[in-house]
């Protein structure tokens, strides 16, 4: 096909504005799928995606439209899955930017509008949902109009559910968004922009070709990893795979090469020709890194190995995502494995729980730390049980994020009182129309990854919206909190915490454990302590027999007997007995106020 017919977008938007339902019609509109066929969220392949309503991975699709082929790339919208929306852009041409007409513009509409313009690609207002009762759709187009500085006659209005406004997408993405510039007789070059492992086949990645002419029979090289291999299958989603014999320059498909070992593909590389090789690679992908860390442990530690493989292709699916080996005095073998925020990494263990049959505990996360030492060296930790002797550690400094807060006006109060509580530093107050305020907070990384978002969504009834940037590190007054369950350390229950607040953090701690972990026939002692020190101790009371039941009456003596036995028998379990701790006691570590 000719170049000048292809169109290659994308769909962005704040989390649940509707991409994945205007994908939905547009795929129904333009034929690819019939009604029998519909489905909600038909671009969502996971069982996780469908259920939570979320989309995690990208997804591409061919549709036709008055004789142009459209490449429809759908995208995630929570700020864990940032990532991926940055790896779709890279191959298009355009963007649909939609806004919900009853939420407005929220701040991952902001995020990703802003991936979009590095890009310089062609964005696309749309005010979708107008069909609802509080649709405000004049309001929130005068909003985009503000932001994007253009007319009000560039934004199309939408209801995906009814279908309204459908065929204004379309004209839009033929007319607006540019051809691909590829040229067909240059040597290959292909972007690629994910990948999969499948069982039968091996690696299957997802590639957009920029230069040249990619066929069946090929034998192509990977330029970053140099690796060779031949190609087996081509093909197009369309939405169900189709098999074609070549992609050529401007096209979007799947190669299947022969690959078999996850570590022989990298998303970001560049695919060329083994004969006729392109001389400089694209520019890929910058190698992002992980913000939140925690332990990934085995429950039975016979899956080691099964974990280890499990993670593997994880990996190749998502690169955003890193573990590595370590070992838990208390939990044996397992990993160190390093996320993008809470959502992703509660993602992951729910797909290696389901996709391969795996029982995991998860110890409490936690964010990189940087230490410098009195000897002048500088390194990172991301496990407290790392944490060197406090007499070697001149300073330690944590991550710092920028957080653009978006709210009502009247939420401020509760909004600003919540920054402060957790450390923030303030930095601003705009007022984008009457209806919303940005607020600019500079905050520790730790204090918002566990329920920062949740707060911001209580307190302003559902209408607040945050996302943020990693700024660097900064000096705090920070210390090692241990957790003795009966005067054992229990090492993946460690964390750190500011020194200022240690007493507190620790006295909600125990007294949350002391909820959690479940009684046992010996009196659990719960200790937070700071070296030697104990700030705060809880314990969790013996389940007793009665044991003077059998005594009717009679000499106290002999009751006393029976119970000076039965307290000699606690202590002797207490010496010996093991404390087996719940999942919920790991994760517990951080939902404390």
Avoid: W
Avoid at 59 to 85: C, Q, S
Wanted: charged content about 25%.
């Amino acid at each position: 096909m000719d170049t000048s017919k292809i169109r290659n977008f994308s769909i962005i938007a704040h989390i649940d504005h509707g991409k994945s339902t205007l994908a939905d019609r547009l795929l129904l509109d333009s034929g690819a799928i019939s009604k029998r066929e519909f489905r909600d969220q038909l671009l969502d392949d996971m069982e996780l995606e469908r259920e939570r309503g979320i989309t995690i991975k990208a997804r591409a699709v061919r549709l036709f439209y008055k004789e142009h082929m459209l490449n429809l790339i759908d995208t995630p919208g929570h700020i864990d899955f940032t990532y991926e929306v940055s790896k779709s852009l890279a191959a298009c041409e355009g963007v649909l930017l939609l806004v919900d007409a009853g939420q407005g513009v929220e701040a991952q509409t902001m995020t990703n509008l802003y991936l979009a313009l590095e890009r310089d690609l062609v964005i696309i207002p749309i005010v979708t949902k107008i069909d609802l009762p509080a649709a405000d759709k004049e309001k929130v187009a005068e909003e985009i109009c503000n932001i994007l500085d253009m007319d009000i006659e560039d934004i199309i209005y939408t209801s995906a559910k009814s279908g309204e406004g459908a065929s204004d997408v379309f004209e839009a993405i033929i007319n607006r968004i540019p051809k691909p510039q590829g040229d067909v007789k240059a040597p290959l070059k292909a972007l690629i922009f994910d990948s999969i492992y499948d069982n039968y086949r091996g690696v299957v990645t997802y590639i957009r070709v920029i230069d040249g002419v990619l066929k069946k029979g090929d034998v192509v090289q990977m330029m970053q990893i140099k690796t060779e291999s031949e190609v087996l299958e081509l093909g197009i989603l369309n939405p169900r795979e189709e098999k074609v014999n070549q992609l050529h320059a401007g096209q979007v498909g799947y190669v299947v090469s022969n690959i078999k070992k996850v570590s022989e593909v990298k998303i970001g590389d560049t695919i060329t020709l083994k004969n006729n090789p392109a001389k400089e690679p694209l520019p890929g992908y910058e190698d992002i890194q992980p913000m939140v860390f925690c332990g990934m442990y085995p429950v039975n530690s016979k899956d080691f190995s099964l974990l280890r493989e499990a993670l593997d292709k994880m990996l190749l699916n998502d690169s955003s995502f890193q573990f590595e080996a370590e070992t838990s005095a208390s939990l044996g073998f397992g990993f160190r494995c390093g996320f993008l925020g809470l959502l992703h990494m509660d993602v992951i263990q729910e797909r290696l729980e389901r996709e391969f049959n795996l029982e995991l505990i998860i110890t409490a996360p936690s964010v990189v730390y940087q230490i410098l030492q009195t000897n002048g060296s500088v390194y990172q930790i991301e496990n407290p049980t790392k944490m060197p002797d406090p007499s070697v550690i001149e300073t330690i400094e944590e991550p710092y994020i920028r957080a653009n807060i978006m709210i009502p006006p009247d939420s401020m109060g509760g909004i600003m009182k919540l920054a402060q509580e957790r450390r923030g530093i303030y930095k601003s107050t705009e007022y984008l129309d009457t209806s919303i305020v940005l607020l600019v907070y500079e905050l520790p990384l730790s204090e918002i990854v566990m329920d920062f978002n949740d707060k911001i969504k209580s307190i302003t009834s559902g209408y607040g919206s945050f996302n943020y940037e990693l700024i660097g590190y900064k000096a705090a007054k920070l210390v090692k909190m241990d957790i003795l369950i009966n005067s054992e350390p229990v090492d993946a229950l460690s964390c750190i915490v500011v020194k200022e607040n240690a007493h507190f953090k620790g006295k909600s701690l125990v007294e949350k454990l002391k909820e959690v972990i479940p009684r046992q026939m010996f009196e659990v002692s719960i200790q937070a302590a700071i070296g030697a020190k104990i700030v705060a101790r809880e314990s969790v009371a013996a389940l007793r027999k009665n044991v003077t039941e059998k005594c009717y009456g009679g000499d106290i003596t002999r009751k006393r007997k029976l119970i000076e036995k039965q307290k000699e028998g606690k202590k002797r379990m207490k010496r010996v007995g093991r404390v087996d701790l719940p999942q919920e006691a790991f994760i517990s570590i951080l939902k404390v106020e």
